[in-house]
């Protein structure tokens, strides 16, 4: 089955750039996601990308896929205190909807 | 403007009871899932439905039942509650496989 993994905790100083990465094992994922979670909220999807694209674009959030080395990054521009949540990336391989989630990456915006 | 309602928020059960978690969409979304979140370890499906009427088992079934009667709800069942069980619960839903998936805000079941 796929495996995703993620790095735990990312601490950044307001005003930079974060970059998230992620890997996965099934070279089959067809959809992968970024969502973000808020303290004690549910998860919201940030952005999405298909798998035969290398790079997505949206304001802030750039989306950059590695297919060959399943490697998939999340960086967020201008990194703001309201940007400090937990991340997960998940990957959807099958036809029935179902996401593989990595385990979440805390991120910490520092003044 | 609900999206996925889910009931109860917080439950604590001693070892041995049962509940029904309740996870209604509003959509008309046919793809429902439930994940449990546990720290360090992101979510895991527990089990899923395609549509009215079907149920099919995730990555981490055992001690869980579900059905899903209606279409919009998906219901999630402990028959004998365990320790192990201690988690947030999310539902989720979906209008096709591969479009974005709504959550709910999670129930928070404490195990005693």
């Known amino acids: 089955g796929e495996d995703v993994e993620q790095s735990l905790f990312l601490s950044v100083r307001e005003g930079d750039s974060s970059v998230i990465n992620c890997t996965y094992t099934?070279?089959?994922?067809?959809?992968l996601y970024w969502y973000k979670q808020e303290p004690g909220a549910g998860l919201q999807l940030l952005t999405y990308?298909?798998?035969?694209?290398d790079m997505k674009q949206d304001q802030r959030l750039t989306v950059l896929l590695n297919k060959k080395d399943k490697h998939l990054s999340l960086r967020i521009a201008d990194t703001q205190t309201g940007d400090s949540a937990i991340y997960f990336c998940?990957?959807?391989?099958?036809?029935?909807?179902?996401?593989?989630f990595g385990a979440g990456t805390q991120v910490v915006v520092t003044p | 403007n609900a999206g996925v309602t889910q009931t109860p928020k917080f439950r604590v059960l001693k070892t041995g009871q049962s509940m029904t978690l309740l996870c209604a969409q509003d959509m008309n979304h046919e793809y429902m899932y439930w994940y449990r979140q546990d720290p360090g370890m992101g979510l895991r499906l527990i089990h899923y439905?395609?549509?009215?009427?079907?149920?099919a088992k995730g990555e981490v079934p055992d001690g869980y039942n579900v059905s899903r009667l209606k279409k919009q709800n998906f219901l999630l069942g402990l028959e004998s509650a365990a320790p192990s069980q201690t988690s947030v619960y999310f539902c989720?839903?979906?209008?096709?496989?591969?479009?974005?998936?709504?959550f709910g805000q999670g129930t928070r079941l404490t195990v005693v």
């Open positions: 989720a839903s979906s209008g096709t496989v591969y479009t974005e998936a709504f």
């Open positions: 099934d070279s089959s994922s067809t959809y």
């Open positions: 439905s395609v549509g009215e009427g079907t149920t």
């Open positions: 990308i298909f798998s035969n694209m």
């Open positions: 998940a990957a959807s391989t099958d036809s029935w909807g179902k996401l593989q």
